[in-house]
Every structure is written in C-alpha cells, then in structure tokens.
C-alpha cells in the first residue's frame, strides 16, 4: 500500500537520525561513520533497492565528509560513484579503523558473529536487531525494533 510505502521509504532518514544521537552532533562534519551492509538484503550481493543509498544520502546531508561501506559480498559498485566522500571495502577491521560510529544496516551471518570487543568503544545503531546479545554491558548502542529508543 502507500502507507506502507511511505513508512519504508522514511526508515533510512529515521535511522540516521537516530543513529546520529550516539555522537555529538557538533563533530558529524569531521566524523567517520562505518555502514555495514551495501545490499539490499542479508546473504545476498544485490545492491538494488538497498536503503544503504539513502543512509549515506542522510548522512551526506547532516555533513559527514567521511563514510565507509563494508559488505563482504559486494566488491564493487558503480551507483557509489554518485555520492562524493564514500569508500567501499570489503576488509571489515579496516572498515571499523578510526570510525566514529557504525550503522549495522544489512543483515549478513558475518556480522552476526560481531560482539563488544570488535568494536572496542565505538558507538553502534544496530538496524537489523542482529548485535543485542552480543555486545551488552555499558556498550553505547543503539537498536531499533526493541520496543525502546534508550541508548544502551
């Protein structure tokens, strides 16, 4: 349906906005955010549809100068080329190096193995619902679909 529609087409903008309150706002232009997830879905190379586009279009309009795209099934995409500060790796430890903040947005079974001492400090918006027993503690962390929007 429409509704339906809208509401999917919102979550990316939703997202980000959420994601964004685990660092100072203040810093986003000199920030570096870590997606992990090109595709559209988890297991999958198929970038097509994949909302990750609109996460980093998000990003790009609050400021953020330096984004990194992991996905360990897609090697190279040439629709990336459209944004101007955007680098595609599909080396996970380099993706998260110097990265200060990571938006889990495709659910690949790599990223499910990910647990508290991967990402060291660094803060995490899980999209997918994937990290939550894994990180625990006083990890800054943020998941949607948990019934609450309370940094963890």
Do not use: W
Request: net charge positive; with cysteine.
């Amino acid at each position: 349906t429409n509704i339906s529609r809208a509401i999917n087409d919102g979550m990316p903008a939703y997202c980000v906005r959420q994601a964004i309150r685990l660092i100072k706002f203040s810093e986003l232009p000199k920030a570096t955010i870590t997606i992990l997830g090109l595709a559209f879905r988890g297991d999958v190379s198929d970038t097509r549809l994949s909302p990750t586009y609109s996460i980093i279009k998000e990003l790009e309009m609050f400021g953020v100068k330096n984004i990194i795209v992991h996905d360990p099934l897609v090697r190279d995409d040439p629709s990336l080329s459209n944004f101007q500060n955007v680098t595609l790796t599909s080396d996970l430890k380099r993706a998260i190096r110097n990265s200060d903040l990571v938006i889990l947005s495709t659910d690949h079974q790599e990223y499910k193995k990910l647990g508290k001492t991967f990402f060291g400090n660094i803060p995490v918006y899980d999209g997918r619902g994937l990290l939550q027993t894994n990180l625990g503690g006083k990890h800054k962390m943020l998941t949607i679909g948990q019934g609450n929007n309370k940094i963890k």
